[in-house]
């Protein structure tokens, strides 16, 4: 037996060596990463053994990759060693009613202004509140309990609905699709499930807020969701960390399943702190998503507004398996001062008659960089697929970037690809004409880039829009001089 | 309300304006006319003060304060409109929104109350009858797609919304069919009142049947060279710029 | 800029016959000596781009290292004659044909003898020492950083030099005539041209590729460096014709002063693996380049075309259109960047890709890329891959055309318009016959 294999079979093969027997009471990991610490992710939560399996092979193919050189953003080595793979809120809440929240927690939703309370009686939204990894609120689950639909934290489902984690559980990101699925499947800490039975339509939408809460922790979380047969989910994640100093790493994984006749519509709307002026702090949000239309008929629709984080890499794809299914990607990607985003998505057309329409927005300010990447392939057996693309960067400064970068990959004769990309930056005549009507040259501004989003915005669902329209009022802040 | 005194402008370097003079009174309606070239669109430009165009020279007051001096949408919320020649599409932004962002900052300008959604589509309503326009216009983005005569109609809607107390129309006839021409007229004839001034920048005397001028001046190489009553016009119309092109230079 | 370097380990019989060679120019062209070697230090380096090089993941390359090409020397003989020569002539019989047999000019086979005033043509033997030259060859294409280019520069024994005079008008279209000869073995032909125009000059350059009889396979790796003084216009057109066994792989480098022009067409008909490069700089103010394309493809080609429009300076112009057609298992590949550097402020940058997939087993990867970093700038681009348009076939049907005829009309229309923007009236006329040759 060679060394190397002698390692690998005692490593595998031992009884768990207690190295954190005296730690487990506490919330935070050592920081670094090796197998004990996954080891001791998988024991916090009390996972079954396979789901540690499945994490400790994610681990070790993760040891075997290097990080990913080709998207258009740069950034200082990250040392995978300097980080915290675990961390739980002081207070292990469990909790019957909003009111027994953490009133700390509950003060920073408040300042997110997503105050759940607001929420649940403004829109009927069900919350799934994810801070530093550990979801602490679920709401209206019993009102969706009694339609059979499923929405609980991952490590919940993990316990209540093994089969459906054990079935689901990177069929459409498998570990070893890239370095960051790779590392997420190994040390996730938690996450949504979302699971809609057959023919079930969710009566709400529903909703996780991601929060980057502790300095030095790198936020995992998982999102999985399941649409039966039939049904129908609109699902919406929202993200905001507060102001660090250090640059943090947020790993994502998404993975939806989309069967027959089901209709999914995820929506982001993502404003984690980008970094000062200098382009000191921010967070690094390397996110993989993706979703399969695995039945005839079926949809998936990706909206995104992208205000926020340091580096921004993640292409929401869609899978389009099944005949006639629909796959979309709307997004908006706004970049200031040193930002970089290299963003865009992935349709992958292998059924007949299948349909993709993607329509991306960048806006460039202040020395930011910002590119879109995407890929549209048709196989050879996707006849009569169809695929409609409109990219459009906009620029606001002569010192940022505008990029767009486009694969387009058809391999059947039947099939329609259209693709169409301009830049160009806001009008001076545009903005004189809104002077002349007394508007400011920053509402100006603001008024144009919020109209040349609108097709995204009209996507979202309404308080949504409300927000990112905001959000991007704060984005463009001290865009114009 | 506006005294313009031996105003000199140019743009890209080239000298347009040559010392004009020229008063507007409140209540007044000025047509300014002229050859191709003389310098109409400039000073409509000069006046709503867009960067490209250097003012060299002279002095610009309205209601008392120093024109020159001000940004462009202080102007605007001081009083002054300028209804564009080509008004520039913006599109994703309709025109309601738009419409409600301008009337607000001008109203908060003026110390006045910030209207509701309620008030302001009340208004919007109230105005939208002035041009005879579709409400679904109002839904749309700002003059995407719109016809030449639509666009036009749209510039008169906003002032009616924005209720300038000077309002400078730039060739806005230029381009109309009759009917157009008698909605855009009816709409500014209705605005009139003895303390809003209007300056109507024009090629033809046929507009000036509809908005009809207390004063018409000639505009020619940067300077009004001759000024009169409507009837003025009407020999322009009839005659022509020449015969003043030789009046001055035998008067040089 | 960031690329990948992945790449396979340097194939050493290329080494070894650089060195071989480099003995030779030591002697003959010492002058470039240096050059030379750092190229064999580059390509040393970089070795043959693989599948996870960015920039060549739609071309498989391996072929070049195993198929146990020799590189043509500066000792074999020329077999082309001058009336064979004639066939491959594009521009009327007016035009100075020069053939470039095997990598190295056949002054044999050529007709330059009488060359108008103003131009001049020759080998690098013939201009050794002279400023122009030295000042450009081996200075323009990136032989650091582009493995072939790298191979090329230091296996290429006698580059093709064009010099163009200040103010000269050159009526008279001058072509360039690559004909690979094929032998028993199979040949690797580095093939190399200088053209550097004066200011204020005008003239037409095609260079177009050929197999003449059978044999091995070729596999020709031709670089170009084109100086384009202030003030001139050049008119390019690089025709692919070679036989379906035959691999290409040119690089183009348009280096462009103030107030020039260019149009550079390049059509793709013949070869099995066939990369066309360009990379268009436009180096100061005030410049229009027109780059347009059509690749018409089936069997097992596969053609790649590469291009870079590189915006460095203010208020300059650029168009692109590349059309192609793709039949039997063919796969065509267009990857078109429009560079726009910060200070190239009121740049209108436009490029189109349009393509025709007539056959199932057919494939077509397009990578339009806008990489923009001045803002008070124009740019589109826009790609499309399907049918033809089902309502034209339909009316030209319903007036009595056949489907086959009304197809075979229409893929002509959508070849032809690119081929219809080539100024020369005679290339035009050669050009849509070939054209109609291939689409049969």
């Given at each position: 037996?060679?060394?190397?294999l002698?390692?690998?079979?005692?490593?595998?093969?031992s009884?768990?060596?207690?190295?954190?027997?005296?730690?487990?009471?506490?919330d935070?990991?050592?920081?670094?990463?090796?197998?004990?610490?996954?080891?001791?992710i998988?024991?916090?939560?009390?996972?079954?053994?396979?789901?540690?399996q499945?994490?400790l092979?994610?681990f070790?193919?993760?040891?075997?990759?290097?990080?990913?050189?080709?998207?258009?953003?740069?950034?200082?080595?990250?040392?995978?060693?300097?980080?915290?793979?675990?961390?739980a809120?002081?207070?292990?809440?469990?909790?019957?009613?909003?009111?027994?929240?953490?009133p700390?927690?509950?003060?920073?939703?408040?300042?997110?202004?997503?105050?759940?309370?607001?929420?649940?009686?403004?829109?009927?939204?069900?919350?799934?509140?994810?801070?530093?990894?550990?979801?602490?609120k679920?709401?209206?689950?019993?009102t969706?309990?009694e339609l059979?639909?499923?929405?609980?934290?991952?490590?919940e489902?993990?316990?209540?609905?093994?089969e459906?984690?054990?079935?689901?559980?990177g069929?459409?990101?498998?570990?070893?699709?890239?370095?960051?699925a790779?590392?997420?499947?190994?040390?996730?800490?938690?996450?949504?499930?979302?699971?809609?039975p057959?023919?079930v339509?969710?009566?709400?939408?529903?909703s996780?807020?991601?929060?980057i809460?502790?300095a030095g922790?790198?936020?995992?979380?998982?999102t999985?969701?399941?649409?039966?047969e039939?049904?129908?989910?609109?699902?919406?994640?929202?993200?905001?960390?507060?102001?660090?100093?250090?640059?943090?790493l947020?790993?994502?994984?998404?993975?939806i399943?989309s069967?027959?006749d089901?209709?999914?519509?995820?929506?982001?709307?993502?404003?984690w702190?980008?970094?000062?002026?200098?382009?000191?702090?921010?967070?690094?949000?390397?996110?993989?998503k993706?979703?399969?239309?695995?039945?005839?008929?079926?949809?998936?629709?990706?909206?995104?507004?992208?205000?926020?984080?340091?580096i921004?890499?993640?292409y929401?794809?869609?899978?389009?398996?099944?005949?006639?299914?629909?796959?979309?990607?709307?997004s908006?990607?706004?970049?200031?001062?040193?930002?970089?985003?290299?963003?865009?998505?992935?349709?992958?057309?292998?059924?007949?008659?299948t349909?993709?329409?993607?329509?991306?927005?960048?806006?460039?300010c202040?020395?930011?960089?910002?590119?879109?990447?995407g890929?549209?392939?048709?196989?050879?057996?996707?006849s009569y697929?169809?695929?409609?693309?409109?990219?459009?960067?906009?620029?606001?400064?002569?010192k940022?970037?505008?990029?767009?970068?486009?694969?387009?990959?058809?391999?059947?004769?039947?099939?329609k690809?259209?693709?169409?990309?301009?830049?160009?930056?806001?009008?001076?005549?545009?903005?004189?004409?809104?002077?002349?009507?007394?508007?400011?040259?920053?509402?100006?501004?603001?008024?144009?880039?919020?109209?040349?989003?609108?097709?995204?915005f009209?996507?979202?669902p309404?308080?949504?829009?409300?927000e990112?329209?905001?959000?991007?009022?704060i984005?463009?802040?001290?865009?114009?001089? | 309300?506006?005294?313009?005194?031996?105003?000199?402008?140019?743009?890209?370097?080239?000298q347009i304006?040559n010392?004009?003079?020229?008063?507007?009174?409140?209540?007044?309606?000025?047509?300014?006319?002229?050859?191709?070239?003389?310098?109409?669109?400039?000073?409509a430009?000069?006046?709503?003060?867009?960067?490209?165009?250097e003012?060299?020279?002279?002095?610009v007051?309205?209601?008392?304060?120093?024109?020159?001096?001000?940004?462009?949408?202080?102007?605007?919320r001081a009083?002054?409109?300028?209804?564009?020649?080509?008004?520039?599409?913006?599109?994703?932004?309709?025109?309601?929104?738009?419409?409600?962002?301008?009337?607000?900052?001008?109203?908060?300008?003026?110390?006045?109350?910030?209207?509701?959604?309620?008030?302001?589509?009340?208004?919007?309503?109230?105005?939208?009858?002035?041009?005879?326009?579709?409400?679904?216009?109002?839904?749309?983005?700002?003059?995407?797609?719109?016809?030449g005569?639509?666009?036009?109609?749209?510039?008169?809607?906003?002032?009616?919304m924005?209720?300038?107390?000077?309002?400078?129309?730039?060739?806005?006839d230029s381009?109309?069919?009759?009917?157009?021409?008698r909605?855009?007229?009816?709409?500014?004839n209705?605005?009139r009142?003895?303390?809003?001034?209007f300056?109507?920048?024009?090629?033809?005397?046929?507009?000036?049947?509809?908005?009809?001028?207390?004063f018409?001046?000639v505009?020619?190489?940067?300077?009004?060279?001759?000024?009169?009553?409507?009837?003025?016009?009407?020999?322009?119309e009839?005659?022509?710029?020449?015969?003043?092109?030789?009046?001055?230079?035998?008067?040089? | 800029m960031?690329?990948?370097t992945?790449?396979?380990?340097?194939?050493?019989?290329?080494?070894?016959?650089?060195?071989?060679?480099a003995?030779?120019?030591?002697?003959?062209?010492?002058?470039?000596?240096n050059?030379?070697?750092?190229?064999?230090?580059?390509?040393?380096?970089?070795?043959?781009?693989?599948?996870?090089?960015?920039?060549?993941k739609y071309?498989?390359l391996?072929?070049?290292?195993?198929a146990?090409?020799?590189?043509?020397s500066?000792?074999?003989?020329?077999?082309?004659?001058?009336?064979?020569?004639?066939?491959?002539?594009?521009?009327?019989k007016?035009?100075?044909?020069?053939?470039?047999?095997?990598?190295?000019?056949?002054?044999?086979?050529?007709?330059?003898?009488d060359?108008?005033?103003?131009?001049?043509?020759?080998?690098?033997?013939?201009?050794l020492?002279q400023?122009?030259?030295?000042?450009?060859?081996?200075?323009?294409?990136?032989?650091?950083?582009?493995?072939?280019?790298?191979?090329?520069?230091?296996?290429?024994?006698?580059?093709v030099?064009i010099?163009?005079?200040?103010?000269?008008?050159?009526?008279?279209?001058v072509?360039?005539?690559?004909?690979?000869?094929?032998?028993a073995?199979?040949?690797s032909?580095?093939?190399?041209v200088?053209?550097?125009?004066?200011?204020?000059?005008?003239?037409?350059?095609i260079?177009?590729?050929h197999?003449?009889?059978?044999g091995?396979?070729?596999?020709?790796?031709?670089v170009?460096?084109i100086?384009?003084g202030?003030?001139a216009?050049?008119f390019?057109t690089?025709v692919?014709?070679?036989?379906?066994?035959?691999?290409?792989?040119?690089?183009?480098?348009?280096?462009m002063?103030?107030?020039?022009?260019?149009?550079?067409?390049?059509?793709?008909?013949?070869?099995?693996?066939?990369?066309?490069?360009?990379?268009?700089?436009?180096d100061?103010?005030?410049?229009?380049?027109?780059?347009?394309?059509l690749y018409?493809?089936?069997g097992?080609?596969?053609?790649?075309?590469?291009?870079?429009?590189?915006?460095?300076?203010p208020?300059?112009?650029s168009?692109?259109?590349?059309?192609?057609?793709?039949?039997?298992?063919?796969?065509?590949?267009f990857?078109?960047?429009?560079?726009?550097?910060?200070?190239?402020?009121?740049?209108?940058?436009y490029?189109?890709?349009?393509?025709?997939?007539?056959?199932?087993?057919?494939s077509?990867?397009?990578?339009?890329?806008?990489?923009?970093?001045?803002d008070?700038?124009?740019?589109?681009?826009?790609?499309t891959?399907?049918?033809?348009?089902?309502?034209?076939?339909?009316?030209?049907?319903a007036?009595?055309?056949g489907?086959?005829?009304?197809?075979?009309?229409?893929?002509?229309?959508?070849?032809?318009?690119?081929?219809?923007?080539?100024?020369?009236?005679?290339?035009?006329a050669?050009?849509l016959?070939?054209?109609?040759?291939?689409?049969?």
């Amino acid at each position: 037996m060679s060394e190397d294999l002698k390692i690998l079979d005692e490593v595998t093969n031992s009884d768990y060596k207690w190295g954190f027997v005296s730690n487990i009471e506490s919330d935070n990991a050592p920081k670094g990463l090796n197998e004990d610490i996954v080891r001791f992710i998988s024991l916090k939560k009390s996972e079954p053994e396979w789901l540690l399996q499945w994490r400790l092979k994610a681990f070790r193919h993760w040891l075997t990759m290097t990080e990913p050189k080709w998207p258009n953003v740069s950034y200082p080595e990250i040392d995978f060693q300097d980080i915290i793979y675990y961390s739980a809120p002081k207070k292990k809440p469990t909790l019957n009613s909003l009111d027994e929240l953490d009133p700390e927690i509950k003060a920073t939703f408040d300042k997110l202004g997503i105050s759940l309370i607001e929420q649940q009686r403004l829109a009927g939204v069900a919350v799934d509140a994810v801070i530093d990894s550990v979801s602490v609120k679920t709401t209206f689950r019993e009102t969706l309990a009694e339609l059979g639909i499923i929405f609980c934290s991952f490590s919940e489902a993990v316990h209540d609905h093994p089969e459906l984690i054990k079935k689901y559980l990177g069929s459409v990101v498998p570990y070893t699709d890239n370095f960051y699925a790779a590392l997420n499947s190994a040390v996730f800490s938690d996450g949504s499930f979302c699971y809609i039975p057959k023919g079930v339509r969710c009566p709400m939408e529903l909703s996780t807020y991601f929060r980057i809460n502790s300095a030095g922790t790198g936020q995992f979380e998982r999102t999985l969701i399941v649409a039966e047969e039939g049904a129908q989910v609109s699902y919406l994640e929202g993200c905001t960390a507060p102001m660090r100093d250090e640059n943090q790493l947020h790993a994502a994984v998404v993975e939806i399943v989309s069967h027959t006749d089901a209709n999914v519509k995820y929506s982001t709307v993502q404003n984690w702190y980008p970094g000062d002026k200098n382009g000191k702090g921010g967070i690094y949000n390397f996110v993989t998503k993706r979703g399969i239309c695995l039945g005839d008929r079926a949809k998936i629709s990706w909206t995104q507004v992208e205000t926020g984080s340091a580096i921004t890499w993640k292409y929401p794809s869609v899978i389009l398996k099944g005949d006639y299914s629909i796959g979309e990607f709307y997004s908006v990607a706004v970049t200031n001062n040193m930002q970089q985003a290299d963003t865009g998505t992935k349709m992958i057309h292998l059924g007949k008659n299948t349909r993709s329409v993607i329509v991306s927005k960048g806006i460039s300010c202040g020395r930011s960089q910002n590119s879109y990447r995407g890929l549209v392939k048709i196989g050879k057996n996707a006849s009569y697929a169809r695929n409609f693309s409109q990219c459009d960067s906009l620029l606001i400064g002569d010192k940022c970037g505008a990029h767009t970068f486009p694969y387009l990959e058809v391999a059947n004769k039947t099939a329609k690809v259209e693709h169409e990309a301009t830049t160009s930056k806001v009008g001076e005549d545009q903005i004189f004409y809104c002077n002349q009507r007394g508007i400011s040259t920053e509402d100006a501004v603001n008024l144009i880039v919020n109209g040349y989003c609108k097709e995204v915005f009209n996507q979202l669902p309404m308080e949504f829009a409300v927000e990112a329209q905001k959000l991007l009022s704060i984005s463009l802040e001290g865009s114009v001089g | 309300m506006l005294s313009i005194k031996n105003l000199q402008a140019a743009v890209e370097g080239k000298q347009i304006l040559n010392g004009l003079n020229f008063e507007v009174k409140p209540g007044e309606v000025h047509a300014i006319m002229g050859p191709n070239g003389s310098g109409k669109s400039t000073l409509a430009s000069v006046l709503a003060g867009r960067e490209e165009y250097e003012v060299s020279g002279g002095s610009v007051s309205f209601l008392g304060t120093d024109l020159l001096e001000m940004s462009p949408e202080d102007r605007a919320r001081a009083g002054l409109f300028l209804a564009f020649q080509y008004p520039v599409e913006i599109p994703g932004v309709s025109n309601a929104n738009f419409l409600k962002t301008a009337v607000n900052e001008i109203r908060k300008a003026r110390g006045e109350e910030i209207l509701d959604s309620k008030a302001f589509l009340k208004l919007m309503n109230e105005k939208m009858k002035l041009v005879e326009m579709d409400k679904a216009m109002t839904q749309r983005s700002v003059n995407e797609g719109f016809s030449g005569g639509e666009k036009k109609r749209n510039e008169i809607f906003q002032m009616a919304m924005l209720e300038p107390k000077l309002s400078i129309l730039d060739e806005t006839d230029s381009g109309l069919d009759i009917d157009a021409l008698r909605i855009v007229s009816n709409g500014v004839n209705a605005l009139r009142t003895p303390d809003r001034s209007f300056i109507v920048i024009t090629h033809y005397q046929r507009l000036l049947d509809y908005i009809v001028p207390d004063f018409v001046h000639v505009l020619y190489k940067g300077r009004i060279v001759k000024s009169g009553t409507k009837d003025l016009a009407l020999e322009l119309e009839e005659k022509g710029y020449d015969w003043i092109k030789e009046e001055i230079a035998v008067g040089a | 800029m960031t690329t990948i370097t992945t790449s396979a380990p340097s194939p050493s019989a290329f080494l070894q016959e650089a060195e071989m060679f480099a003995e030779l120019y030591g002697k003959q062209q010492p002058a470039f000596l240096n050059l030379r070697r750092e190229a064999i230090a580059a390509f040393t380096k970089l070795g043959i781009p693989t599948g996870k090089h960015e920039e060549w993941k739609y071309l498989n390359l391996s072929g070049i290292t195993t198929a146990g090409y020799r590189t043509v020397s500066p000792t074999d003989t020329h077999a082309l004659t001058a009336k064979e020569a004639e066939q491959y002539r594009l521009a009327g019989k007016k035009s100075v044909l020069v053939v470039v047999e095997n990598g190295r000019l056949n002054s044999a086979a050529s007709s330059m003898n009488d060359l108008p005033s103003g131009i001049k043509i020759g080998s690098l033997s013939d201009f050794l020492g002279q400023d122009s030259v030295q000042s450009h060859l081996f200075q323009h294409a990136d032989f650091v950083n582009e493995a072939l280019v790298a191979m090329n520069t230091m296996l290429c024994y006698e580059p093709v030099i064009i010099l163009v005079e200040k103010n000269a008008k050159i009526e008279l279209p001058v072509q360039l005539s690559f004909v690979a000869v094929p032998g028993a073995e199979s040949l690797s032909i580095p093939a190399r041209v200088l053209v550097v125009m004066g200011d204020q000059s005008e003239c037409t350059v095609i260079e177009s590729y050929h197999t003449h009889g059978d044999g091995a396979p070729t596999f020709t790796n031709a670089v170009s460096e084109i100086v384009v003084g202030k003030g001139a216009r050049y008119f390019g057109t690089k025709v692919q014709a070679e036989a379906d066994t035959s691999k290409n792989i040119s690089y183009h480098k348009v280096n462009m002063a103030r107030d020039s022009y260019q149009h550079l067409t390049t059509v793709t008909l013949g070869g099995l693996l066939v990369r066309n490069n360009l990379h268009i700089r436009l180096d100061d103010v005030n410049i229009n380049s027109y780059l347009n394309g059509l690749y018409v493809l089936n069997g097992d080609q596969v053609v790649d075309n590469h291009t870079l429009v590189d915006h460095a300076m203010p208020n300059c112009y650029s168009n692109e259109l590349y059309k192609g057609i793709i039949d039997g298992h063919a796969t065509g590949v267009f990857n078109g960047k429009i560079w726009v550097r910060q200070d190239a402020q009121k740049t209108n940058a436009y490029q189109s890709n349009k393509n025709l997939l007539l056959s199932n087993e057919a494939s077509m990867n397009t990578k339009p890329q806008l990489e923009i970093y001045a803002d008070d700038v124009k740019c589109s681009h826009g790609a499309t891959t399907g049918q033809l348009d089902d309502e034209a076939l339909f009316y030209l049907r319903a007036r009595g055309i056949g489907e086959e005829t009304a197809r075979a009309l229409l893929n002509h229309a959508f070849a032809a318009d690119v081929i219809e923007q080539v100024e020369n009236e005679e290339l035009r006329a050669s050009l849509l016959q070939l054209l109609e040759k291939k689409l049969k």
